[in-house]
């Protein structure tokens, strides 16, 4: 059946990405062939390679009946689409509003191993299990494990929400964190938290109780947690629901895996805008931390107002830019774009010692769409209160990006010049030292924005349709000092 389902869903695809023109699709950023995705899933470097997996709809550019998609990568920008690795196949992971939710992966004794949920109904609420697929081919087709689901029901006082296994070996055993909300649901004003098992084999579980929760402050349940090692701390990250503006964040400390509690000694956001979701961590072969996550939202979040048009071209979501996460002295974190974007970069245009006033300034680019901008900002010499970049201006619409100086924030207005509900968003900027840097990424369909050394990040999914667009500067009461400012195209495929 498992087989049959694959075969289904990949003439489906197939179908519809032979077909594909749409003006809306990325240039530089990994989306599927065609239709519907949205968490990155099983991240893992296995066998010389990057893999990346996804929740996937291969039938409708709309979220449903879930299957894991499949890309390979050996620098983690230039991706190989793979077969459909896992589809909805069995009574514990087949139902058209569930199917195979997301998860994680391993590699042990040379074959590789994913973990996911496998979500049905019953009476109108979710029913949801951990469940095991093994690949003993180099990681390209996966069986379904004879005796899943592994962990069939949550522990007492969980909700039905129990989903999204992250697993890991600390020395000689397994540990499964799974995201869970307590008291009540999701949706029924639950407690997020995150719940451990422990196991031998990978086969046979045990319940280790719940090592983090959110106590009031931080979602109802945490959706896609993960958790890394990263020089001497452990990181956990989470995505909780319903919490306000807050969507994806991290706390680090220590991770007491015998006494089954994690002690968090600083916490922050992992990208403060409205399209990052459900990060997920590669541990590369030099131990290097890299996150990628969903670049577009959920209808629950405050300032949704629909997925965007993309669907009229039969695809819809991306992932964002894979980000090197750094641990900085005060044990926060940092998100550098990864080196290997370098290589994308042609056409460099650059402007020095720019004095920016009230009138707009063209930044010069050889592609006014697909670009990365670098700008360094001499706060010593400038009076202004406010660095306004103008992009993607067709004349018509634009979105504002507001470097604000003297309140020290970083707002971004994707409604300026349209009627764009909740299209304004801003973060704290902390703006220390004599010079600023921005970089910004701009594709088709999204921006993303790394201020204060990349401890500042904010991501969008943008849609601007036409192609005649200029990107301006200008700068409110008073001059802004720009010292560099280096624009290049980026363009992959
Ligand atoms: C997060 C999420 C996960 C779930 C998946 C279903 O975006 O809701 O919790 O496994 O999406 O597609």
């Not at 919490?243 to 006494?259: S, T």
């Amino acid at each position: 059946m498992h087989k049959e389902r694959l075969w289904k869903a990949q003439q489906s695809v197939d179908e519809a990405a032979k077909h594909m023109t749409g003006i809306h699709r990325q240039r530089y950023h990994f989306m599927a062939p065609a239709y519907w995705i949205n968490d990155p899933n099983g991240c893992v470097f296995f066998d010389g390679a990057y893999h990346l997996f996804y929740q996937h709809n291969p039938y409708a550019p709309v979220w449903g009946s879930m299957h894991w998609g499949h890309a390979i990568s050996k620098n983690l920008v230039d991706w190989k689409h793979l077969p459909i690795a896992l589809a909805p196949s069995e009574p514990y992971d087949d139902h058209p509003e569930g199917g195979v939710f997301s998860g994680s992966a391993l590699s042990h004794q040379g074959a590789l191993y994913l973990f996911y949920t496998g979500c049905t109904k019953a009476d109108g609420l979710p029913v949801q299990v951990q469940c095991m697929a093994k690949s003993v081919d180099g990681g390209i087709t996966f069986e379904k494990h004879p005796e899943n689901p592994i962990i069939r029901q949550p522990p007492p006082g969980i909700s039905s929400d129990f989903r999204d296994p992250k697993v890991l070996r600390v020395k000689d055993k397994w540990y499964m964190l799974i995201g869970a909300s307590r008291g009540g649901g999701a949706q029924q004003g639950g407690d997020g938290c995150l719940l451990m098992y422990r196991s031998e084999d990978l086969e046979h579980w045990e319940e280790r109780g719940v090592v983090a929760s959110s106590n009031g402050a931080y979602g109802t349940m945490w959706e896609c947690p993960d958790l890394f090692y990263l020089d001497g701390k452990w990181v956990l990250t989470f995505s909780p629901m319903l919490c306000g503006n807050r969507k994806v964040v991290y706390q680090v400390g220590e991770m007491d895996f015998e006494g089954a509690v994690f002690h968090c000694e600083a916490q922050g956001e992992i990208d403060w805008g409205q399209d990052y979701y459900a990060a997920q961590s590669f541990q590369g072969p030099e131990g290097q931390i890299v996150l990628i996550a969903w670049q577009n939202s959920w209808d629950w979040m405050p300032w949704w107002h629909g997925h965007g048009p993309t669907a009229a071209e039969n695809w819809r979501g991306s992932m964002a830019l894979p980000r090197e996460v750094v641990l900085e002295a005060d044990h926060t974190l940092s998100f550098h774009p990864i080196k290997e974007l370098e290589g994308l970069r042609s056409g460099r245009r650059e402007e020095k010692n720019l004095s920016i006033e009230q009138e707009r300034h063209l930044i010069p680019c050889a592609n006014s769409v697909c670009f990365e901008l670098y700008m360094e900002i001499d706060l010593e010499q400038t009076t202004a209160d406010i660095l306004h970049l103008f992009l993607r201006d067709d004349g018509e619409q634009r979105i504002r990006l507001s470097v604000d100086i003297s309140q020290r924030l970083l707002v971004f207005d994707r409604g300026f010049g349209a009627d764009v509900p909740h299209g304004l968003c801003s973060c704290p900027l902390e703006l220390e030292g004599a010079t600023a840097i921005l970089r910004i990424f701009s594709d088709v369909s999204s921006l993303e924005v790394f201020a204060d050394d990349s401890r500042t990040t904010m991501s969008h999914a943008i849609y601007a349709a036409r192609p005649d667009q200029c990107n301006t500067l200008c700068a409110e009461n008073g001059t802004a000092h720009i010292l560099r400012l280096t624009v290049w195209e980026l363009i992959a495929c």
